[in-house]
């Protein structure tokens, strides 16, 4: 509807505007990707955070992940279950332990002993997420957990109609900043219906996400596996690097060709070695922006449009 639509078009003006104050006034990439990631995250609109999808148990399994390309240092946390802000647990992760990747109650304890926000998991929590789940275990055949008690909202958000959920809600963020630093990173609730502790590419470094200054900086969106198992993040920067191919071909190659070929879906958003953005994707849409320092701005959720840049 043109509610929800303009409801996501001012949540992704909101994120470059967060983007952009930042960078504009010389801070650095990985402060820009966190605090953007951080106002998605809340946002009620996306699949991380609030908002977030659940898994099959009614439960939620929170991932993230981030990398700074001057120093390809990077960090990741999968399945959280009580930090509101995943992102800046993997940025913990990365800046205050010897460790890449945390999971499971070892990374909430983590994120919970450097401070970070440690939230009810009901403020995940809504309505329309609840609903696919429960169309998901229909389908399934099994059996629904019971809905959270107190959970119950008739907010704003459950008023908007989504005509379908496979736009991906994952969020992404690459920036690069001043000093031609790129950063990106990644935060998601994962799947719909997601069993025995799975694991998706958002916090796998080289599927989800990756960065290297001088070449490119890409996060990902989609299902998980496909990604996994083609390493999508790297891939395309090492066609940057290697094959000498824009950020444009690489992305295109790697999703049109290889995500396609195995009949995955999802897109990815990616920063050429100079900051031109670029995104490829094979679903009927994904919700997407830049902006730029010489004032471009775009956002788009539908159509496709090659070499937009
Ligand atoms: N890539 C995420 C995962 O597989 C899901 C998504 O992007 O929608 O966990």
Not at 242 to 247: C, D, I, N, R
Request: hydrophobic residues 40%.
């Amino acid at each position: 509807s043109p509610e929800t639509e303009a409801a996501y078009e001012a949540a992704l003006a909101h994120a470059l505007d967060t983007g952009s104050e930042i960078l504009a006034s010389g801070g650095a990439a990985i402060d820009a990707v966190e605090a953007v990631i951080m106002g998605l995250e809340d946002n009620p609109l996306f699949n991380a955070g609030r908002g977030a999808v659940l898994t099959e148990t009614g439960e939620f399994s929170l991932d993230s992940s981030i990398m700074a390309g001057d120093t390809l240092n990077a960090g990741a946390v999968a399945g959280l279950s009580n930090i509101r802000h995943p992102i800046s647990a993997a940025r913990a992760a990365m800046e205050n332990s010897p460790h890449v990747m945390l999971a499971g109650e070892g990374a909430d304890q983590f994120a919970a002993e450097q401070g970070l926000e440690v939230v009810d998991p009901t403020y995940f929590f809504t309505e329309r997420r609840w609903d696919s789940l429960i169309r998901v275990l229909e389908r399934r055949g099994v059996e629904a957990p019971a809905h959270p008690l107190g959970a119950a909202q008739e907010d704003e958000l459950s008023m908007l109609s989504f005509p379908d959920d496979r736009k991906f809600g994952t969020v992404g963020v690459v920036a690069m900043d001043q000093t031609g630093t790129i950063v990106a990173g990644t935060s998601t609730g994962g799947t719909t219906a997601k069993r025995w502790g799975r694991v998706g590419d958002s916090p796998v470094i080289g599927a989800g996400t990756y960065a290297a200054n001088g070449v490119c900086g890409v996060s990902a969106t989609g299902t998980g596996e496909y990604f996994i198992r083609l390493a999508i993040a790297y891939a395309i920067c090492a066609r940057i690097e290697l094959l000498g191919e824009t950020a444009s071909e690489a992305a295109d190659h790697v999703i049109h060709t290889q995500l396609t070929g195995l009949e995955g879906d999802g897109g990815v958003i990616v920063l050429g070695p100079d900051g031109t953005p670029t995104w490829s994707f094979n679903t009927e849409g994904m919700y997407r922006a830049y902006a730029t320092s010489e004032g471009r701005r775009e956002i788009e959720i539908y159509e496709y449009n090659e070499g937009a840049f």
